[in-house]
């Protein structure tokens, strides 16, 4: 089983506030990823990062932004957040090298009042 | 643009019986992976396809890649109540995921 770890597992805030959702890898994976993904629906890549200082945007629209100053932490802010951006979050993270086997966290579920 | 294709989106049997789900790519792939995601759950990866043509088999789950590798399969046989969840896709290509849809699977008693 990988070591990936998302906190909050729940959230539930107002509409305007910031937040930043947590997603720590212990496995030295070089990539990781960020995925929105609504209850039984498919999964929307949002951002990823193929290593340190680097970022890039997903398939989906996604009005969050995401850092990687450290390998084992790629945070996801939402600057304000909206009832729009009620979902489940999952973090992923992938060797890089090889296989490319996506390790998922257990995913934070947000609901913006 | 790259799209991975899957289908059936539900799919709903009696435990016993057979399940297929089936995924295809608009373009080569350089892998497939499959993933099951338990309900309330997170995605877990369940198995990786290379070669063109490849099967490979766990127990009751059977996954074939087309000998094109633009399409893959996913076959259970003689589903069990443990098997609920929903099945999920990922072609690889050019260092990229595209997963597919998923199929959501029930087995009623």
């Known amino acids: 089983e990988a070591d990936i770890y998302q906190t909050p597992r729940y959230l539930v805030i107002g509409t305007g506030k910031k937040i930043t959702l947590e997603c720590s890898q212990t496995?030295?994976?070089?990539?990781m990823y960020w995925y929105q993904q609504d209850p039984g629906m498919e999964l929307h890549l949002i951002h990823y990062s193929y290593g340190v200082n680097s970022t890039e945007k997903g398939d989906l629209s996604s009005e969050s932004t995401v850092s990687r100053i450290r390998t084992e932490h790629f945070p996801l802010t939402l600057e304000s957040a909206r009832p729009s951006h009620t979902s489940q979050y999952l973090c992923?993270?992938?060797?890089?090298?090889?296989?490319?086997?996506?390790?998922f966290g257990p995913g934070t579920r947000l609901t913006v009042l | 643009g790259q799209q991975v294709m899957q289908i059936p989106q539900y799919q709903h049997v009696q435990e016993g019986e057979d399940f297929t789900t089936y995924c295809n790519s608009s373009?080569?792939?350089?892998?497939i992976q499959w993933y099951k995601q338990r309900p309330g759950g997170h995605p877990v990866f369940l198995i990786q396809l290379v070669k063109s043509g490849e099967v490979k088999k766990q127990k009751r789950l059977t996954f074939q890649f087309g000998e094109a590798k633009k399409n893959s399969s996913l076959h259970i046989t003689a589903t069990q109540t443990t098997d609920v969840g929903t099945y999920f896709c990922a072609g690889h290509n050019f260092n990229k995921f595209y997963f597919g849809s998923g199929t959501k699977l029930n087995v009623k008693p």
């Open positions: 992923a993270s992938s060797p890089g090298r090889g296989g490319d086997t996506q390790y």
């Open positions: 496995m030295g994976h070089d990539k």
């Open positions: 373009t080569t792939l350089s892998n």
